[in-house]
Structure formats: structure tokens, C-alpha cells
């Protein structure tokens, strides 16, 4: 189907016409040419010569052309394949498995007859794939939606079949993920219908870190099913001199046939870093799975707490600020002190925190010779009870000249983008510089030489170079200088705003973080991107090297060696990555590793190791029953079926029973001019070339 537009008005086709009518009577109806020859040749002429002219003319009112075409498409069925342990577990044989595999291919090619049929494979992560071997050892199946609603939701959908077991370990509950596609999903329930004796620990809720020493908390929930009347015990596992002994033993008796408990547990952590902790279940009589019986968790022991000590003045609602955010890390142990009362141990504190100290009153400066020779960091909150001259001998950050005596000046924050001291994620800065004003004292605050400057004070909305919040480094002791008080208000301000303190506190954990660290100065720096992985992550390391001025080199190769439990040794080799290098190892099983890195400086071979765990992920075997009521529910949601393997064969029946599972049809325009096309200038030139060949033919040029 198609159809003729001009750009003119449609009367200019008569005057097109009239033009075609005059040149062909002009040409043969006034001339005596042709009066011996055939009756019909010069109105045949004349009409060719009528038809070549007007054409022409026709073409330069330049006509388009449209054109339209239908096309039907296919709807699209998507097929979505559980490929965790879990369901492979459930299959009580390989034959099982085998048929199952056999009758889903069946259906899959009967419904190609029909519908466009494209598959995916989801367990760890969604990808495409039809050929399950049920190897992943987690469960995402909100994940699994989402990866269709991405693909898909421009096509025409018409159905979502969805093969699992309906147990999920990992990402959001499948009935409240969002959002979905617009089609129903038919969920075909895989796994062991039925209730088998089994005792399982459901899930273990700890600490991530620890104190070494300390006595820990955890929290177990045990579940069992058909063991009513049976008794174990419930124990945690720990290494205690090389070894895994028990170190909490409690005595479980089952007393329903679906049992259900939540044990509270307490343990010793007597081994420094990751360590992992096993808790267990004795093997009941009749019980068909233990693979269940037991799960591992991991928590950082740590060998002391970070000490901060804040020294002030007097009380100050900023005092309370500054604890609260510094507490919420549980590696902080936050003590107060006032000048009045000061007891300072030497070493007794990782950072030093003086809120309007030195002053008049409280002068300290026998603290302040001590923090400096033990070069232990020090974060000084200026106030109008702060002794300005000797705050400024006795840091190396901000160099502070108050003027008009106790005049206050309100400031707000302004924040330096260009401060690479830590991270600062966009949405932190443009938060800081919402918070309302606080006050600092009247006069001039200017960075010391080598300062580092992470916020400066925004007055009547003007941004100036008057330091806020600085940090200055000397003789390998690092200081900081806040200049104002009223860090109350942020916080206050900060839930106003956003029901959170978590700005507030980001800023305060990240400048005694700072303060704290102390700086990597050697030149070849490697570790792996997090201290322990899970069994289903990829292990990746990370190295810089430096040349001798402190500039990224990446000249040189880095090489490293892996070692697991065993004394299995791994070689692998860095790839450079712009002006650092990476390594990416891949997943590796559960244990303890050691790895030694190296490389060249100046022709010296340059050695670095650590190590890190990779965890047992085993969660796909604490459930390997069909949980029914999901999948009925998740199919029911979306206008679907739950249906068993067995009714395969009678799925593609239903499918074409849905009125809203058709094809639709697309209609396409296409729009161009006339005289782009090919053809009418093939006519012109068959029309003037058969005129041409008659005059020549009968004799006239």
C-alpha cells in the first residue's frame, strides 16, 4: 500500500499536464512530418512526447511517495532455569535428572512452533543458556526477574516459565522484587515434593568483628523436620592450637515433628584475624541429608581497639557529636576527659581529640609537649575559649589570626572536590554544604604551607579561602584543626533532613580515620580486593609499584604465588592496568591462603605476602524440598500456574488458551521523494529513447 503527496497544490499537476499537451501538439499536430506514414504513428508520438515532458514536470513539483507494510510478530515465551545445587540435590537420581532435561528441551521445541522462545540459566547470576548442570551454590531468583525485565520489557511478552525449586538464599524476596513484566508466570516446581527427615542450622547471626579476648555473642536458629522425640547437640567449633575443637556445646531435643529453634550461644575469640567458625549439628538417627547439618561463618578478630581520647574544655553539645559518630565503628573506644580533671597516660591513646583546648584557662601545655614528642594525632576543635597563638604552635594545619575580641562569625561549609586525602562521594559534598551555619570566631584562618584543606568557610553564600577543616603533617605526626563549633547542629540537621546521622558521622569517622592511618611509604603495595571471598566470588588482587620519586611505574612485571592449606603452590602474573597492575584469579575452593608477591625496583627483586580466606558456601543444602507456597503464590500474583514436571506436555495447551499471548502487528511507513526512486527516470528514459527509435525509424531526427 502506498500513496502520492506533492509539495505544491495538486492544480499545478494541469498545469504539468498542459505543458506535456503544447509541447506534443507544438512538435506534431503543426508540422506536415509523418503525413505519408501509418495513422497511429504521430498520435503515438505525440502522446510519448506528451507523457516524457509532463513527467518531467511532474517530477520537479517534487512528489512523495509513501509507502506502508505490515508485519506480525511472534509473542515472546521466556523460559527462566534454576541451575542451583539445590535443585539437582532435590532429583532423586541421574536418570531423573536426565528425563527432565529431555522433556523441557520437548517443550521448548514445541513452543518455537508457535512463539518466539528465548532461555536463561540463573542460580549465582542470571545469563543466557539452556543446558542447566545444576553447579551454582546460591539462589537469586529476584535477580532472574529483573535480568528479564531489562531484556525484555520492550517485547511482547506473553508468558514467563519459570523452573525452580522456589528456595532462594540470596537478593529479594521474588513476590516484592520490582519491577516485573507484564506477563504471566507459570512456575514449574522442581526439587523433593516431599518432607524428609532432616535437621538443618537455617542461618547464624553474628558479629563481623571482634576483640581478641573477648566473648562473643551468636545467635543460631535450628530447624528439623519428622525427628520428633530425637536429641542431639548443637555445637560451635573454633581453632584453638592448630586445631578445631568445640568451644560451645548445647543439647537440642526435638519435640515436633516441624521443630523450629533460636539458640543463643557464647564464644571465646582467641585467634587473631579472619577466623572461621563452624557451627554444627550431630547427625540424628533417620536423618536422610546432613550436608545441612552444619554452617560456616567468619569474623575479624582484631587485637585491639582503636583508643580516641577527647580532652575538652568543658561540656559542649559537640562533645557528644563527635562520641556518638565515632562510636558507631566498632573498632573505636571513645573516652572522655575535661581540662579540669585531666588524666593523660602516655600512649594510652591512638588519637587525641582537644575541643577548645589550649585554652586561657587550660593551657595543657605539658599534653601538648607530649602528644607532639610521642607524634601521637591530634584533632583540635577551635572555639572562642581556644588560646589561638599557642593553638597555632601546636599544629601544622591552619594558622589562625582572630580580630573584634569575641566577635562570632556564622560560616557554612564549602568542600574542597580536589581533596584526595579520603573519599568524599558526590552526594556527601553536596550534603556538607547543605548543613546550616556554624560559628567560628571572627578573623582570618589561612592553610599552612603543605596543608591539606578539605572544607572551607562559605560566607553569605561566597566561597572563600579561609580554611574549615584542615589537616597538616610534620616529622611524621599528623594534626587537624576544625574551626568552629556547633557540629550539634549538623547532626541535628542532618535527620531533619535525611532521617539519618549518617552524613555527619561519614565526616567525623572519616577525619579520625585519617588522622589514625598512618601513610604506605614503601613503593610496591599489593593485597586482595577484600580480606575473605565466598566460594562462588572471584578472587582479585591489586598492586601499584612506585619509581623513586613516588610517581605510579608499571614498567617492571609483578608475578605472585599462591599457597593453599596443603602447600599447593599457584604462579600467575599481573596484567597492567593503565598505571597499576590486577589479577584476576577466579574462584577458588574454601580455605586459607598465603600469596607472595614481587617484582624489580632499580634492579633489586622487591617481595610483599598476606593472606586472605576464601568461605564455604554450602546454603543451596539447607533446604532442597519445593517451597510450593511461593511459587503458587508468585504465579497466582502475575495471573499464572505452579505446575509439576509431569504436566509439561499440557503447558503448551494452556498457552494458547491465554487471549492476551498473540502475535501483534506492526505497521511501518516509509516517506521519500519521488524522484530519488530509480524506476520513474528507467519510464522517462524508455519513453524519450522509444520516441527517439519511431523518428529515426520513419526517417526524422
Known sequence: MSGISLSYPFWYLAVSALGGVVYALALYFGTKD???????LKPGLGFLRFFSIAGILFLLLDPIITTYSKRLKKPVILIAQDNSESVGSGMKSPADSLAFTNAFDQMRTTLQQNYEVQSILFGDTPREGKKPDFSDQETDISSALRYLYDQYRAENVGAVILATDGNFNRGLHPLYSSPQLAAPIYSIALGDTT?????????VYHNNIAYLGDLLKVHIDVKAHRLKGKQTFLRVLGLKNGKYTTLSKEKLYIDQEDFFKSLEMTIPAETPGYTRFIAKI??????????NNANNFYIDVLQSRQKILIIAHGAHPDIGTIKKALEQNENNEVTIQYADHLQYTKGKADLVILHQLPSYRYPVSGLLAQLKKDRTPTLFVAGLQTNFIALNEAQDAVF???????QLSEVTAAVNRQFDGFHVSGDLAKHLEQFPSISTAFGSFTPKPNAKTFLFQRILKVDTKRALLSFGRKDGRKTGV?????????????????QSHQNIETLIQNTARYLIVMEDKSRFRVKPIQPFFKESEAVRFYAERYNSVYQKDNTEEVSLTLRDSSGNKFEYSFSRSEDAYTLDIGKLPAGAYKYTASTKLEGKQVKKSGSFTVSLVDVE???????QPLLSALSEKTGGKMLFPSQLDSLTQWLTT??????????TSRTRPLIHLKWPLFILLLTLALEWFLRRYHGKY
Open 282 to 291: 550431630d547427625p540424628v538417627a533417620g536423618e536422610i541429608n546432613t550436608r
Open 195 to 203: 518432607v524428609r527427615r532432616d535437621a538443618t542450622i537455617t542461618a
Open 658 to 667: 491465554r487471549p492476551s499471548i498473540k502475535p501483534i502487528a506492526y505497521s
Open 621 to 627: 543444602q539447607n533446604n532442597t524440598s519445593t517451597n
Open 400 to 406: 589562625i589570626r582572630p580580630s573584634g575580641g569575641a
Open 482 to 498: 576544625f574551626c568552629g563549633v556547633g557540629l550539634y547542629k549538623w547532626r541535628l540537621f542532618d535527620y531533619l533532613k535525611y
Open 34 to 40: 509523418f503525413e505519408n506514414k501509418s495513422p497511429w
